[in-house]
């Protein structure tokens, strides 16, 4: 039950933004065994004066870097999120074409109790 934020400069087309939605499906599907057609998942683009980063931790980002945000129950294990980041920088440098170094990456964990998904119900408390 992800649920998936990703932050990019403004200016890409669709087929851009799409080959990405598509790519982290896939890796979420396969590092994170996410059911098929889980996909709560949002983009958010920023102008250029709305959108930073740096070289901290000697990466040489540039301005097509993608930040993504990725909300999890706490129940995935480390090689379980080390997979994910690896797949998912993969599969975005076969489509759409994102360097590695423009692929950061968080997960965040919620207990199965702090979700609702739908008619203010607590499904998985």
Do not use: C
Not at 7 to 29: H, V, W
Not at 55 to 61: D, I, L
Not at 82 to 96: I, S, V, Y
């Amino acid at each position: 039950m992800p649920r998936l934020n990703i932050s990019l400069r403004a200016g890409k087309p669709e087929a851009y933004r799409q080959a990405i939605l598509d790519s982290l499906y896939r890796a979420m599907r396969d590092a994170l065994t996410v059911p098929e057609d889980d996909q709560f998942m949002t983009i958010t683009e920023h102008d250029a004066s709305n959108f930073r980063h740096g070289t901290a931790f000697g990466v040489a980002r540039s301005e097509d870097l993608v930040y993504i945000q990725i909300i999890v129950f706490d129940t995935r294990t480390l090689d379980q999120k080390k997979a994910f980041f690896r797949r998912a920088t993969d599969l975005l440098g076969e489509h759409p074409g994102i360097r590695p170094e423009d692929v950061f990456i968080n997960i965040v964990e919620a207990a199965k109790e702090n979700w609702s998904v739908g008619h203010g119900l607590a499904q998985f408390a």
